[in-house]
């Protein structure tokens, strides 16, 4: 039986500014990504996806920078549904674009830095909790 997410949820804005990185897709996992304690990898067929802390990543490295994270304070039963949505509309409906991570018990969502300032103001309109460090 599946149910519906929370209508309020609450976000945590992690400390660090965040990078996604594009490795080739036979790179082996560089160790200057696993530095920090929040750090997510990703390998298909055609590229190594790095998202970690910014200031680990090196210059010659192909990134987007400037990213911010927020935690959904989990963890969620996999039969809930709409968590994600539940956030990432009211985002889209903004004009706020996001990169969105999940694991085991939660998701988080990457955001640009120029746009941190309107997704937390939207989340809060649309009832959810946001704290943590500008």
């Known amino acids: 039986m599946t149910g519906a997410a929370p209508a309020r949820l609450t976000l945590e804005l992690l400390p660090d500014s965040f990078a996604i990185c594009r490795l080739e897709a036979g790179a082996p996992i560089p160790g200057w990504a ?4 929040f750090f997510a990898v990703v390998r298909t067929r055609a590229e ?22 927020l935690e959904v304070r989990g963890p969620f039963d996999f039969a809930l549904v709409g968590i994600l949505v539940a956030i990432a509309a009211p985002l889209a409906h ?3 674009s996001i990169m ?10 990457l955001v640009r830095i120029a746009q941190l300032e309107l997704a937390i103001a939207t989340l809060r309109s649309a009832g959810h909790t946001v704290s943590g460090e500008r």
Request: proline share 10%; with cysteine; glycine share 2%.
């Open 34 to 37: 696993t530095a920090r304690p």
């Open 48 to 69: 190594l996806s790095v998202m970690c802390a910014a200031d680990l990543v090196p210059p010659e490295v192909t990134a987007s920078r400037d990213w911010r994270t």
């Open 94 to 96: 903004a004009g706020v």
């Open 100 to 109: 969105p991570v999940a694991t085991y018990d939660t998701d988080y969502l």
